[in-house]
């Protein structure tokens, strides 16, 4: 593994269903992120979290939870699906949160939900 | 809220220079990035800018002027490979990076 990996590739996925997006880095950063990507709208924050253990809410946190049990992974779970949710999901990693670190991005995780 | 806007689209001939403006009112600014994104792949950092002035990286350079809440992105010597989105972000705080919703560019022969 280099970098930031997501799995899966791309999912449909039928409403009120539940869903985990995984997302895992190796680069030892302290802080991670999740945003999603609409048409017109460009990226917004969903949730982020600064180091194992602690997370926090974004811009559009409704409808998602995320979990930092260590370094590497932090998945986003759907509990229950809806069709607003449809959309590309990106995660971001950084070596902090302050300052001028750069956010690393995974390829994406392509969502529809019918 | 946030506002971030930058055109949706430019169109530029391969060997000229396209400048890609970003106008900008957050409730904190701690920092501006461009970040490249081609299509149907992840966005890839560019550059960053948190003082006044010019930022040169090779063939892009990026622009900032805090008191007018503005930026630009320049691409020099446009190739074929730079038909990408370009998109413009503000650290408003120590964890919010937002985001406009990018400006395509197209490079034709």
């Given at each position: 593994i280099a970098g930031i990996t997501q799995a899966p590739t791309s999912q449909i996925l039928a409403a009120g269903r539940r869903m985990t997006l995984r997302c895992t880095q190796?680069?030892?950063?302290?802080a991670m992120y999740w945003y999603r990507q609409d048409l017109g709208l460009g990226l917004r924050l969903i949730h982020y979290s600064n180091t194992a253990g602690t997370t926090g809410k974004g811009e559009v946190p409704d409808g998602y939870s995320v979990s930092r049990a260590n370094t590497d992974d932090f998945p986003l779970t759907l509990a229950s699906a809806v069709p607003s949710q449809t959309s590309v999901y990106f995660c971001a990693s950084s070596?902090?949160?302050?300052?001028s670190y750069e956010q690393f991005f995974g390829p994406g995780t392509r969502l529809t939900v019918l | 809220g946030q506002n971030i806007d930058q055109p949706t689209e430019m169109t530029a001939t391969e060997g000229a220079i396209v400048q890609i403006n970003c106008t900008y009112q957050t409730s904190g600014f701690n920092g501006l990035f461009w970040y490249q994104q081609h299509a149907g792949e992840a966005p890839t950092f560019l550059s960053y800018n948190v003082l006044d002035g010019l930022e040169e990286k090779g063939r892009f350079s990026s622009f900032l002027s805090r008191s007018k809440g503005y930026s630009y992105l320049l691409l020099k010597?446009?190739?074929?490979?730079?038909s990408a989105s370009y998109l413009c972000a503000v650290k408003?705080?120590?964890?919010k990076l937002s985001f406009g919703a990018g400006t395509t560019v197209t490079v034709r022969a």
């Amino acid at each position: 593994i280099a970098g930031i990996t997501q799995a899966p590739t791309s999912q449909i996925l039928a409403a009120g269903r539940r869903m985990t997006l995984r997302c895992t880095q190796d680069m030892r950063h302290n802080a991670m992120y999740w945003y999603r990507q609409d048409l017109g709208l460009g990226l917004r924050l969903i949730h982020y979290s600064n180091t194992a253990g602690t997370t926090g809410k974004g811009e559009v946190p409704d409808g998602y939870s995320v979990s930092r049990a260590n370094t590497d992974d932090f998945p986003l779970t759907l509990a229950s699906a809806v069709p607003s949710q449809t959309s590309v999901y990106f995660c971001a990693s950084s070596e902090g949160l302050a300052g001028s670190y750069e956010q690393f991005f995974g390829p994406g995780t392509r969502l529809t939900v019918l | 809220g946030q506002n971030i806007d930058q055109p949706t689209e430019m169109t530029a001939t391969e060997g000229a220079i396209v400048q890609i403006n970003c106008t900008y009112q957050t409730s904190g600014f701690n920092g501006l990035f461009w970040y490249q994104q081609h299509a149907g792949e992840a966005p890839t950092f560019l550059s960053y800018n948190v003082l006044d002035g010019l930022e040169e990286k090779g063939r892009f350079s990026s622009f900032l002027s805090r008191s007018k809440g503005y930026s630009y992105l320049l691409l020099k010597e446009l190739q074929m490979k730079d038909s990408a989105s370009y998109l413009c972000a503000v650290k408003e705080n120590d964890y919010k990076l937002s985001f406009g919703a990018g400006t395509t560019v197209t490079v034709r022969a």
